[in-house]
Nanobody, 123 residues
Framework: QVQLRESGGGLVQAGGSLRLSCAAS????????VGWFRQAPGKERQFVAA????????YYSDSVSGRFFLSRSNAENTVDLQMNRLKPEDTAVYYC????????????????WGQGTQVTISS
């Protein structure tokens, strides 16, 4: 079992930055890939980025590539998402998830999910 908790969301102006963190509990966290997804009101949950279990491979959606950056620490059981040059269309609830598949840009690839953290970008 893996429990996940996101933090770091908030309100920021367009062009600004935020850093989200996904903290995990469970001794097997280092064997899971971790993905970030987001869901805007009235829209489907959308893949953002993923990191392999060893942290050595990263995968980004086209919409965030070059602006968002993942980092992982298995020693601390955390995966951070640094978000730069934020846009109003980045506004959503952001979720982290853990799963065995990599790279998995689909919801079904993940077994455990956090509760989400709200990110709001003002124009």
């Amino acid at each position: 079992q893996v429990q996940l908790r996101e933090s770091g969301g908030g309100l920021v102006q367009a062009g600004g930055s935020l850093r989200l963190s996904c903290a995990a509990s469970g001794r097997t966290f280092s064997s899971y890939a971790v993905g970030w997804f987001r869901q805007a009101p009235g829209k489907e949950r959308q893949f953002v980025a993923a990191v392999r279990s060893d942290g050595e491979s990263l995968y980004y959606s086209d919409s965030v590539s070059g602006r968002f950056f993942l980092s992982r620490s298995n020693a601390e059981n955390t995966v951070d998402l640094q978000m730069n040059r934020l846009k109003p269309e980045d506004t959503a609830v952001y979720y982290c998830a853990a799963g065995r598949a990599y790279p998995a840009a689909y919801i079904e690839g993940y077994d455990y999910w956090g509760q989400g953290t709200q990110v709001t970008i003002s124009s």
